[in-house]
């Protein structure tokens, strides 16, 4: 019987779970703590401190299968997904860990074991690589070699040596490398793609798609301090990844990722919502392999938190949707439908992966909604691109601006992908710097900063780089540098080191930006969506030397890092020190993140529990709390809100803080945050007991609720499609809050001459008896203008026996003028007019033709016309009744001046 995807999965975990490995979770695809990564894009990113010797684990042997994806950089390009039978933008990799545990011989005869024994794959297809130093430097790695060719069934004809680019392993310029070995997988003659190429040879490392790397072990003997400088290690770990989806293929015994239980169905369930022939399937392959592959993923990124959104990591999550949404259309789905493809992932995944299975409702909602808005602006767009691409066919260029690009995504909703991806089908390119740019400007201009989940530190990879090199060479401590940001704020520490411009060095000078590394600080530093602590940092005793600290980064697990500027003196590495943390900035965020938690309890008391978290914010002026919930929330659902929070604090709960087992915590129903990475001793904070709001957190709080003093929601809004916002003040903030509403009313009622009570009810009657105004200002303007026009009403001039009257009368409505000009016809039947007046400093025209005179060949509509040119306006009417507006009232009287040339011009 075969097995399928998941009892394949399963057999891996078990094979080493009997072996004293730990089953490890998946890590979240959101990296928790490191803010250099995108997404988590293979099984080392949750391991990575535990290879640095920064972090230790209650185990040394560790399985697991982890959720990786890899949208852009080196390891992928999005345009390979869909068009072959192998990449993907989401997959699992399966791994086996020893931290400072078992080695080699261990980890070789494992793989053996579980690739033929278990997995009963045949000896003869597989190959085994291993290193071989071609500078010399490094010895050839004969442990591995030896361990191999005691596999019983292995053909020694099969080991093969490999150079440093395909068999030594660097996590990065310097730090921790050694070799690796790599088992590969000879799928047969038939698989070669280069068949019948003069001069091409099947093998390992080649160039065709015949053998092809399954799983890669590596051996992590080495730290490298320099470019030609290998020093050993002194505990080794092992470290192996193999990708799921190839080896459920083999074992499977199908062509290719996209043939594997895992995918087939997706495309199958794609192919009947279509209502497509398996011919038509076969032609339109790529569109089938993209949906597959985009809906996966995006069930996986909304099942880890990240919704569809515009930036950073939620713009990935539409941008996927909508090419799988672009690619739909070429079979012919026009409609929302990824929601049904999504039921068969959660029907397939939600065993092995439960956070997909529980978000099924969230994924269903954002895949038909982020439908719906692409569709709305698709047609527009392809619409618009294909305008640009004329244009660029017609100007000989090839390469679309990143404006233009940047301009579709804006206001069309095409993402750059989206854009590449129909340009390359036409052979051109976009400017994909130029888009950035654009987007970078953009965002400046609109005054947009950082958001949600974006790189905070540009500076900390470069710092991440030199104090992990710096901690690996034994140059810094790791372990000892504790921080505790919870029980003080001024504690006594020593100055561990001191950076400057990326270097370490000894002493540093007044005016001087340094970075400092203590043994102890009480500095929190963000994480949580809670800001950094400042303060600053004098020498113990104190006088000699002052740092005001204006941030802290924690480039690495277990370093952390005070940035600030040298005040007065001259710091030196070994000095003792005193930390002090600005106590009441601190004050005013720990009451804000509180409130943070209470609110949060009172939207799902309100809202119900679907109302998630999706993010927060708090610093010491303000808080604002994100979450998915479909619409915008009524003034009552606020006011609600609101008042409830004010309860809890009212109450003076008093606010437990606790470090608990992660399982007890879960049992208890802590909220845990997506995308955080929790160790099995997990940080809790209850409010009251019973408990109104439980949440696990790693923030600073107040002691009671009602150190918070007060809360005022200050506004509520959209952040994207599905997802909203609300801010609120506390404590000192609320207060001001409160004072300035209440200063602004005090101002009115002062002006308005009353007590702020009667301010509503005096505005209003000032109102209406401003309209009352209004009018009598109307009427007498228009009595004015009788006035006037009455004295001139019988003042007609004569050209070729016609009678006309032209004149500007003072400021009126155009209504009036038009009173005017009645009284006029009745009392001249034969006659025409033209008046000129104005409104507000606009010029307005009107003139009566006699229905005698309209048979003469006069016209109102054809004399207002040339009229209102000269006030810079036009107009147009009936031949016996026409009106104009224009724009400058002084030539009012030089428009009017051009009626008795229009009499004798036009007289029949
Ligand atoms: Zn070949
Ligand atoms: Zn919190």
Known sequence: MMLTGNQIRQSFLDFFAARGHTIVPS????????????????????????????????YTRAVDSQKCLRVSGKHNDLDTVGRDNTHHTFFEMLGNWSFGDYYKDEAIAWSWELLTKVWGLDP?????????????????????????????????????????????????????????????????????????????????????????EIWNNVFIQYNRVSPTEFLPLPKKHVDTGMGFERVVSIIQGVKGNYETDLLKPLLDETQRIAGQSDGERLANLTAYRVIADHVRAACFLMADGVIPGNIGRNYVCRMIIRRAARFARKIGLET????????????????????????????????TREEQRFAETLDAGSLELNRLVEELKQTGKDTLTGADAFNLYATLGFPLEITRDILAEQALKVDEKGFFDAMEEHRLASGKGQAFGETANQNNEVYAQAVAYLVASGALPASGVS????????????????????SKIDEAQPGDQVELLLKDTPFYVESGGQVTDTGRIVSDPEGNWEVQVYNTSKPTAGVILHHGKVISGQPKTGDNALAQVDFNRRQSIKRNHTATHLLQAMIREVLGHDAHQAGSAVDEERLRFDFNYPQALSKAQLLEIEAGVNRMILGDYQVIKRVESLDASKTKGAMALFGEKYGDMVRTIQVGDPALSY?????????????????????????????????????????????????????????LNTSPAEVPQRLESLQSSLKDKEKEILLLQSKLAQAAFSAKMDALEEVNGVKYLTAVVPETSP??????????????????????????????????????????????????????????????????????????????????????????????
């Open 815 to 908: 209504n009036a003028l038009r009173e005017l000009v009645d009284q006029f016809r009745q009392k001249h039947p034969s006659a025409l007019i033209a008046l000129g007046s104005s409104t507000d400093g606009k010029p307005a025209l009107i003139a009566a033709v006699s229905a005698d005179l309209i048979a003469r060949g006069l016209s109102a509509g054809e004399l207002i016309k040339q009229l209102a040119a000269t006030i810079g306006g036009g107009g147009g009417g009936r031949p016996d009744l026409a009106q104009a507006g224009g724009k400058d009232a002084s030539k009012l009287k030089e428009a009017l001046a051009l009626v008795r040339s229009y009499i004798e011009d036009h007289l029949a």
């Open 483 to 502: 921080n505790d940001p919870y029980n003080q704020t001024i504690l006594r520490s020593n100055l561990l080191a001191i950076f400057r411009e990326g």
């Open 27 to 58: 890590a979240s695809l959101v990296p928790g703590g490191d803010s250099t990564l995108l997404f988590t894009n293979a099984g080392m990113v949750q391991f990575k401190d535990v290879f640095l010797g920064l972090e230790t684990r209650p």
């Open 124 to 212: 003869k297809r597989l190959y085994a690589t291993i290193f071989e130093d071609e500078q010399g430097v490094l010895p050839r790695d004969n442990e591995a070699a030896e361990a191999w060719l005691r596999q019983p069934g292995f053909d020694p004809s099969h080991l093969i040596t490999g150079d440093r680019h395909d068999n030594l392993w660097e996590m990065a310029e310097t730090g921790p490398c050694g070799p690796c070995t790599e088992v590969h997988y000879d799928f047969g003659l038939d698989a070669c793609n280069l068949q019948g190429v003069p001069g091409h040879v099947c093998q390992v490392n080649g160039d065709c798609t015949r053998i092809v």
């Open 695 to 751: 949440e696990l957190c790693g923030g600073t709080h107040v002691d009671n609720s009602g150190e918070i003093g007060s809360f005022f929601v200050t506004g509520e809004m959209s952040v994207s499609a599905g997802m909203r916002r609300i801010e609120g003040v506390t404590s000192a903030g609320a207060y001001a809050f409160a004072r300035e509403k209440l200063n602004l009313m005090n101002e009115a009622a002062r002006s």
């Open 336 to 367: 929302p439908f990824m929601a049904r493809v999504a039921a068969v992932v959660i029907a397939n995944y939600g065993e092995a992966y439960p956070e997909v299975k529980r978000s099924e409702k969230l994924i269903a909602e954002n895949f």
